[in-house]
């Protein structure tokens, strides 16, 4: 087994420094590393499982943007994105930062929003709601700069 790992190593070693086109190999080659490969693969099935076994939390995450989207209009109304939420240094920051973006967001309060909440299990504000994601919590300026980024280079 470890030569068979130390000849597959071997061989994308060789081709990497190469700059080998892995299409343009001969049938020689080509059947070399299909025979290699295969037989890692076979001698660690989990590296299959693993690249084909689900995102964790994906269930999750995607009721989670269903219940966004079912209450979408409620939450975002004209605007980009949602803070529910106390006034604030929070407030004030995302206020900050939205603007540097051009993004404008509607401010909740929990008891605005009865239905999200108990659909999403809010309970302790502040919490940022974007149209595929939830930050629940105070939220560090650079996790809100990259979300606030993501969005504006999306319009």
């Known amino acids: 087994m470890i030569c068979r790992t ?13 700059q080998t086109d892995f299409t343009s190999l001969t049938p020689e080659e080509r059947a070399a590393f299909h025979g290699e490969l295969r037989a890692v693969l076979l001698a660690h099935p989990e590296i299959v ?9 994906a269930d999750e995450i995607a009721k989670d943007k269903a219940i ?3 209450h979408s209009e ?7 994105f949602a803070f529910i939420g106390p006034p ?6 995302l206020a ?7 993004l404008s967001f509607a401010r909740h309060r929990l008891s605005d929003l009865p239905a999200l909440a108990a659909a999403l299990d809010l309970t302790e504000p502040p ?5 595929d994601v939830i930050y629940r919590g105070a939220m560090p300026a ?7 980024s993501r969005m504006a280079g999306e319009r």
């Open 96 to 102: 900050a930062l939205g603007a540097e973006h051009g």
């Open 127 to 131: 919490f940022y709601i974007f149209r």
């Open 6 to 18: 130390a000849a597959l190593a071997a061989l994308l070693a060789g081709a990497a420094s190469a």
């Open 49 to 57: 499982r693993n690249a084909l076994a689900p995102a964790p939390y």
């Open 142 to 148: 650079i996790v809100l700069e990259r979300e606030l």
């Open 68 to 70: 966004i989207a079912r």
């Open 74 to 80: 409620a939450l975002f109304g004209t605007h980009d």
């Open 88 to 93: 604030g240094d929070a407030l004030e920051e």
